[in-house]
């Protein structure tokens, strides 16, 4: 009777749980995905809510950061011509497959609020990183408009950044600097003996359109923050502006855009030359990327980094598409693209610029933390903060879309999210109107908290899409319950100081590998009527958590004995007075210290039911704790303790019986105590063999020789039986 009536409440408190946190399918009634910009059919350009200009791009642990321009929100269509001048933050994305980008926010720069407060521009952007003193160091240079060249460092590739000069690095007075026409757009590289490389320049005098010798090259002192030597003039023909460097084998490939006066290469294409030295001299070999307006219809500058990643050649670049399907023609906006380098031997090919991008490189693993902030498509999204972790804000309709994800028969995904009123995520696969397989409700509220929904039909590697009901934020998801998938996490690689974001705590909980999704335990409830348990390991659910029963002077005092961990929290100090043991952080409180016995049942359930436990001296006065009038009113105030049948519920928890003479009045008793008004049967010790009804009994883990004085030997799960 008492495993049914358990069962019940338990089955009751699962339902409450999944129920007042919202309504499901039901929040989605006359709401209608926002429109995207970029089809799913297409990764170009990599992400549509921010204009991402000039990309430099390094490659760092096996992802690759790009560090572009700021020209602005997609979302603001107030504006006129970009004229450049407001550029002052630096954006940062990062991704380990190529097509789904991690937004780290954009870094503050320049002016006031930026790192370098002595330049007003923050332009064309160029990333390295180098091990020194035994640490990787970041260096982010950038160009104040067309008058120098400014460089910030930080411990990690996404900040924070700060000035270590205070001054420019390189400006008009720098020797062999004079006679640069503009003084911009900086080309960071870190040789494989450490040496670090420095290009720069662009611009054509009057009457020089053929030889322009605007462009510079210089080694860099070993703090990446001083020059070790003069600037050397690279003559390059027909060069523009925009200087970018790597290397191949043994040779050094300097590239840039050549200029826009009708020579013999094209206007504004990127042309390459090659070298033993990456000091030069250069020798011109030809063009590898036409101008984007080729590939478009949208003529304008051209901007480029070339890299190496996982065996294949790349070219990022950007392009006025976004900006003329925001606004019907062009205005300067731009935003980054990546497609394949081709390479043959020593050579570069022709690139083509496409809306289809490049092949992902690998899946998402579902089962693993990923950030809300990386995904490959979105509408109606902002996204919040700069640093390693960033969050999502959705307005009614928006989602987002994350490519290729390893689903792994998941039955549950966890969000760590909030909503000030309220709202539901519809996890859907294949596209924002595809195939819903789960909803996740999260509570009114203003700080995010990790909130678990079903999920039915998840297998396979699918994209994955997360569409909200109403205003909300998504820091992270993870999916749970599930076999596991073979496929490597988009989380950014961060080696960055304690003060960055960390990982969500309370990943899903597994128990004997099955999620803890509203599923019953592994191991049978049994009878325990008319018996009294052992000392130290009378629970019923013992270890159930994990860990071992409390340490409570009175047996059964904690039923749920080491469910200990389950929440994350240690159990409560007195007794049994947190029947959930570590259940702790589950509503977000931790364990009740109450000196009575059972008197917060659910422990750390903390303010689930928003009121705080009892504090009543009389042990479990308050049947459901903290769970604040769940049970709708507190059982009468007897003073032998579980005279109330649902006594103290109290005892739930596992606070010590009422101190009645059958040691436990409330047939609820301690929920591991005596039972009411029973004689109590002599308890064996530990490990005893086979003494007393349910003494232990198998060559288990916890006892000794298989007997049984009376019954038999009944088989609770794989370190535990019992005589009955």
């Known amino acids: 009777m008492k495993t049914t009536l358990f069962t019940s409440i338990i089955l009751y408190t699962i339902f409450f749980i999944n129920t007042t946190f919202g309504a499901g399918e039901a929040s989605f009634g006359g709401v209608t995905a926002s429109k995207p910009i970029k089809p799913v059919t297409n990764k170009n350009p990599l992400i549509t809510h921010r204009y991402s200009a000039d990309p430099g791009v390094m490659v760092y642990k096996d992802r690759v950061y790009v560090y572009s321009s700021n020209d602005g929100d997609v979302a603001n269509k107030n504006v006129g011509e970009n004229k450049y001048d407001q550029i002052n933050t630096i954006n940062c994305m990062s991704s380990s497959d190529l097509v789904n980008w991690m937004d780290h926010g954009p870094i503050a720069a320049a002016g006031g609020g930026g790192a370098a407060k002595w330049a007003k521009n923050s332009w064309a952007p160029s990333a390295a990183w180098k091990t020194i003193n035994g640490k990787d160091k970041f260096f982010l240079y950038f160009a104040n408009s067309g008058s120098g060249i400014g460089v910030l460092t930080s411990d990690s590739p996404t900040g924070p950044f700060t000035d270590p000069l205070g001054r420019a690095l390189i400006t008009p007075q720098t020797p062999n600097c004079a006679s640069i026409t503009w003084l911009f757009d900086p080309a960071a590289f870190v040789d494989a003996d450490g040496t670090g490389y420095l290009y720069f320049g662009g611009g054509v005098p009057q009457g020089q359109s053929a030889n322009p010798k605007t462009v510079r090259v210089v080694k860099l002192g070993n703090d990446m923050t001083s020059l070790a030597g003069e600037p050397q003039t690279i003559d390059a023909p027909w060069v523009f502006e925009d200087s970018g460097i790597h290397k191949m084998g043994n040779t050094y490939f300097y590239s840039y855009c050549t200029n826009w006066d009708n020579g013999p290469y094209g206007n504004a294409r990127i042309a390459y030359m090659t070298s033993n030295s990456p000091m030069g001299p250069f020798s011109y070999k030809g063009t590898c ?26 070219i990022f670049y950007h392009t006025e598409w976004l900006n003329k399907q925001v606004f019907g023609s062009q205005k300067g906006y731009r935003t980054t693209h990546v497609d394949e380098m081709p390479v043959n031997g020593n050579s570069l090919g022709n690139a083509k610029g496409t809306l289809t991008g490049v092949t992902q490189i690998q899946d998402v693993d579902g089962s693993a933390l990923n950030y809300a902030a990386c995904f490959a498509w979105q509408s109606g999204i902002s996204v919040k903060g700069q640093a390693a972790v960033t969050t999502v804000n959705y307005s009614r309709g928006g989602w987002t879309g994350v ?4 689903l792994g028969n998941a039955q549950s995904i966890t969000l760590k999210a909030s909503s000030a009123s309220g709202a539901t995520i519809k996890i859907c696969t294949g596209s924002e109107n595809g195939q819903a397989i789960g909803y996740v409700d999260i509570p009114a509220g203003g700080s995010l908290q990790n909130v678990t929904g079903k999920i039915s039909g998840a297998s396979g590697t699918k994209n994955l899409f997360f569409v909200s009901s109403g205003d909300a934020s998504i820091e992270s998801w993870q999916l749970g319950g599930g076999s596991g998938a073979p496929a490597a996490n988009n989380t950014p690689v961060e080696t960055g100081p304690a003060t960055e974001t960390a990982p969500i705590e309370n990943t899903p909980i597994q128990n004997n590998g099955e999620s803890f999704g509203n599923t019953a335990p592994n191991a049978p409830i049994t009878d325990n009527s008319n018996s009294a ?13 994990g860990g071992a029963p409390a340490p409570a ?30 259940f702790g952080g589950f509503g977000g409180g931790a364990p009740a210290p109450a000196p009575a016995g059972g008197d917060n049942p659910w422990g750390g359930f903390g303010g689930f039911g928003g009121g705080a436990p009892a504090p009543a001296p009389a042990g479990g006065d308050n049947p459901w704790g903290g769970f604040g009038g769940f049970g ?12 109330n049948p649902w006594g103290g519920f109290g005892g739930f928890g596992g606070g010590a019986p009422a101190p009645a003479p059958a040691g436990g009045d409330n047939p609820w008793g301690g929920f591991g105590g005596a039972p009411a008004n029973a004689a109590a049967e002599p308890a064996p010790s530990q490990g005893s063999n086979c003494a007393g009804m349910w003494a232990q009994c198998g060559g288990n883990g916890f006892s000794g020789p298989t007997c049984c004085q009376s019954g038999t030997c009944v088989f609770i799960n794989e370190w535990f039986s019992m005589c009955k």
Do not use: L, M, R
């Open 289 to 314: 990327f036409n101008n984007p307006g080729d590939f478009f219809q949208t003529t304008g500058n051209n901007h480029h980094t070339i890299i190496e990643f996982k065996n294949k050649y790349y």
């Open 403 to 406: 490519s290729n994800v390893a």
């Open 533 to 545: 348990p052992a000392a130290g390991n009378d629970n019923t659910w013992g270890g159930f958590g």
């Open 553 to 582: 002077p009175a047996g059964g005092d904690n039923p749920w004995g080491g469910f200990g961990g389950f929440g994350g929290g240690a159990p409560a100090p007195a007794g049994g007075d947190n029947p959930w043991g570590g």
């Open 632 to 643: 709708g009113g507190a059982p009468a105030p007897a003073p032998a303790g579980g005279d």
